[in-house]
């Protein structure tokens, strides 16, 4: 006698009078019990017959593993991917601050197997609307939990987008997440790859211009020591990281080399660590005569303070320190706070990352090839010819990069046992521009000189030229506006 084949799934009717179809689905990776795959069919006439097409269909996706295998949520799956997943403490404590911040509040507790597209695609529009969620509900955002009296600080909500670069990143984190639950079997297919992220946004550096950039090192120069880190930001395009790492040893005056290894960080507590750089490589960057005479005079001033203090010099000492014997690095965060205060006092739209910017823009304009820009900035994205053969940074190429910025710097100011009154070349350049435009051979209106024309003209570097320009634009006496000539200020007239 044949025998009668089991019947796989089963078709229960509720009390309500629906049927609940469920098939036997394998056992879950993460619990370890038994997975079945259910859903409901609504009461009616067509009941049974649709309770039975829906018991064929999740037996194909059990027998295709098309299927989740899990009833695991998108939280659970963060965790053990976070578990597992080999990246840096920086980036994972931004990888945690977003999926903690914007992610597991709106979509953790959903099961990773009813994620899809349409889901995560919403989910973008909603952060681009607003990063609170707010589904356009007027609401007061308090300050403080649980019952209170309100204050000034609570205040009604204002909607504000999040970034599309944001939105981007938490796309990429998901993505990745999703597809290692594709690997572990756990869905069948990555939902991320079905969604579409918003555009990326289109690069707009903003690095200040020369005459900008003159100011600036005349500010950070009141302290010369601060003064030197900004300079070196901008001849170099260190990163903030880099520079608030480097130590003497990394240092050959002599030769004209810096060697870039570490990148200083803060970890989750706050605390001060060091890690490789970006790129996970070190790279070498020759520096011009004028940068090596800076860093002389800084490692002087090290020197002294280490004779008051009655102390050992050590090639292990921090290059930049906030200790007399600098013994230990800046944190990243103040120095980027302290050039924030620099620029605005200025009154310069400025962040402490433009200073790469002007590095890389200075040279490409001078006409440096994009190759050695990229090596002597560190960037990942340059080409691997370009960033895997560090050999490059000795090259004839590098050794111009760095002359051709360092002409096209602002001289730096001197400190006062150096500055003789009245013998600067850039205030005496100003003071001729400044009897040219008094007895009317400038007029109100009329251009300046080109400042290579000038430079020429009176033997003077580039940026000695800019500065002397800085410094009538200071006094009102020219106008600046980006990407075109300097020209005589309108108002002259009626000062005279």
Excluded at 163 to 190: C, D, E, K, T, Y
Excluded at 412 to 427: A, H, L
Aim: a positive charge.
């Amino acid at each position: 006698m044949a025998g009668v084949k089991r019947q796989r799934g089963e078709i229960m009717k509720l009390p309500s009078g629906s049927l609940r179809v469920r098939v036997y689905a394998g056992v879950d990776p993460l619990t370890g019990k038994r997975h079945y795959l259910t859903e409901t069919v609504p009461a009616g006439r067509s009941a049974e017959r649709d309770a039975e097409k829906v018991r064929t269909r999740l037996l194909n996706q059990v027998d295709e593993k098309r299927n989740p295998r899990t009833r695991a949520t998108l939280n659970q799956l963060l965790d053990r991917w976070l578990e597992v997943v080999d990246i840096e403490p920086t980036t994972r404590m931004g990888y945690e601050n977003k999926l903690n911040k914007h992610v597991r509040p709106v979509l953790g507790k959903l099961p990773v197997g009813r994620l899809d597209a349409e889901t995560l695609e919403s989910f973008y529009a909603s952060l681009r609307r607003c990063r609170d969620w707010c589904g356009g509900k007027a609401y007061v955002k308090h300050r403080i939990e649980g019952e209170h009296t309100c204050t000034a600080k609570c205040r009604p909500h204002v909607c504000k987008p999040l970034s599309a670069s944001s939105v981007r990143q938490i796309h990429w984190i998901l993505s990745g997440a999703l597809s290692r639950a594709v690997r572990w079997r756990w869905i069948a297919v990555n939902p991320a790859g079905q969604a579409e992220p918003p555009a990326p946004p289109h690069p707009d550096p903003q690095p200040p211009n020369p005459a900008d950039a003159a100011r600036i090192i005349n500010e950070a120069w009141r302290d010369p020591d601060w003064g030197a880190l900004v300079w070196l930001a901008m001849t170099t395009g260190t990163r903030r990281g880099e520079l608030c790492a480097l130590r003497w040893q990394h240092l050959d005056l002599v030769a004209g080399v810096l060697t870039l290894r570490r990148s200083a960080y803060l970890d989750e507590h706050g605390e001060l660590r060091e890690k490789d750089t970006k790129t996970h490589q070190q790279r070498r960057v020759a520096l011009d005569p004028e940068t090596i005479e800076v860093l002389r005079e800084l490692h002087g001033r090290y020197l002294d303070r280490l004779v008051r203090l009655d102390a050992d010099a050590d090639t292990a000492d921090y290059v930049f320190s906030p200790e007399p014997d600098n013994s230990r690095g800046y944190r990243p965060d103040t120095v980027t706070q302290r050039y924030s205060r620099l620029a605005i006092r200025l009154g310069i739209d400025s962040h402490l990352h433009a200073l790469r910017h002007y590095s890389a823009t200075e040279l490409i304009n001078a006409g440096v090839d994009v190759r050695t820009v990229a090596g002597r900035l560190g960037h990942g994205g340059g080409g691997t010819t370009t960033l895997r053969v560090y050999a490059a940074w000795l090259s004839e190429s590098d050794q111009r990069a760095a002359g051709t910025l360092a002409a096209r710097m602002p001289s730096r100011p001197r400190t006062p046992t150096q500055r003789k009154p009245g013998n600067s070349p850039y205030q005496t350049l100003a003071a001729e521009l400044r009897e040219q435009i008094s007895t009317g051979r400038l007029a109100p209106g009329n251009q300046m000189p080109a400042v290579a024309n000038l430079a020429s003209t009176h033997g003077v570097s580039v940026g000695t030229a800019h500065r002397a320009i800085a410094l009538l634009t200071s006094e009102g006496l020219v106008n600046v506006t980006r990407g075109r000539r300097a020209v005589v200020a309108e108002h002259m007239e009626a000062r005279s």
